[in-house]
Each structure stands twice: as C-alpha cells, then as structure tokens.
C-alpha cells in the first residue's frame, strides 16, 4: 500500500485539501494528513511515517522558496529520495523551477482525483521516478470535463 503525506502551507482554505486526502484513499491509498506544517515538520513526519511520496499543498506562500526548504530538510534527514507531488495554488512560470527541484508533479484547480492517483500510482511503479509533464495542471488551466476534482464547493 502507498504511505502518502498529505501537508499544507497553510490552516486556511482547507476544503480542497480534505477532498483530495479522501480521493487517495478512494483509490486505496493510506494518506497521512499532517495539515499546515513547516517544511521541517513536514521532513519529520515523512521520516517517522516512512513514507512514499510527500504531497505539498501550497496556498498562501512562495512554492519555489517553499520546496527549497522543504528538499533541504529532507537532506539533512536523508530523505531526498522521497518524491515530492505539490498542489494547490501554483502559477505555470514555476513549474519547471519546481520540476528542476526534484518535484515529480504538479496539481493545481480543477485537477481530477483520479488522475491524481493514477499518477502516483504511476510513478510508485517507476524507476526510476521521473517528472511527467501531463501532471502540469495550473490555476489558469480550465478544469477536467466530468469526474470528481480537487476544488473547493
């Protein structure tokens, strides 16, 4: 079974992230939802939960200066194999910033939970694991005709 942690940047606007918590594990996985963290809490928790993948939602703050801090922190507990899967609010321009740092994919509105899972279904399967750019979903992308999604009602 995939161990995913679940984090957030913030304790606000939380439906999007409860909704997409309850969608992995749908799809059968065991999702830790740590709620709002720091990038070291996020690290300790990846550690002690021994965990597959790392999911970062990012609200309210910068996402490049957000996973530098986190992957630093990963580091330094040697985690750095964990990929890292962000969602949220994520403008397009830094995607690829984000991808260079080791971020396998990137979910923004709109995104569909099942594709979600599949894709990290996907790349659990994977290796090595590789960024896929089909996971590039950004807000000013329109939301996926049909099936449940990650937004807020």
């Given at each position: 079974?995939?161990?995913?942690?679940?984090?957030?940047?913030?304790?606000?606007?939380?439906?999007?992230?409860?909704?997409?918590?309850?969608?992995?594990?749908?799809?059968?996985?065991?999702?830790?939802?740590?709620?709002?963290?720091?990038?070291?809490?996020?690290?300790?928790?990846?550690?002690?939960?021994?965990?597959?993948?790392?999911?970062?939602?990012?609200?309210?703050?910068?996402?490049?200066?957000?996973?530098?801090?986190?992957?630093?922190?990963?580091?330094?507990?040697?985690?750095?194999?964990?990929?890292?899967?962000?969602?949220?609010?994520?403008?397009?321009?830094?995607?690829?910033?984000?991808?260079?740092?080791?971020?396998?994919?990137?979910?923004?509105?709109?995104s569909r939970l099942p594709d979600?899972?599949?894709?990290?279904?996907?790349?659990?399967?994977?290796?090595?694991?590789?960024?896929?750019?089909?996971?590039?979903?950004?807000?000013?992308?329109?939301?996926?005709?049909?099936?449940?999604?990650?937004?807020?009602?």
């Amino acid at each position: 079974m995939i161990r995913f942690l679940l984090a957030s940047d913030t304790s606000g606007h939380t439906a999007g992230y409860y909704v997409v918590a309850q969608g992995l594990r749908d799809a059968g996985m065991e999702v830790i939802a740590l709620g709002h963290s720091e990038p070291a809490g996020v690290a300790d928790a990846a550690l002690q939960e021994d965990v597959d993948f790392i999911g970062y939602r990012i609200s309210d703050r910068d996402p490049v200066a957000l996973i530098s801090v986190l992957r630093a922190a990963m580091a330094e507990r040697d985690i750095s194999q964990l990929p890292i899967v962000v969602g949220g609010i994520v403008r397009k321009s830094v995607i690829p910033s984000l991808k260079e740092m080791g971020v396998i994919g990137v979910f923004g509105p709109g995104s569909r939970l099942p594709d979600i899972a599949a894709f990290v279904f996907a790349h659990k399967a994977a290796a090595p694991m590789e960024s896929d750019p089909a996971s590039e979903v950004s807000p000013e992308s329109p939301p996926s005709a049909g099936g449940r999604d990650a937004r807020s009602s």
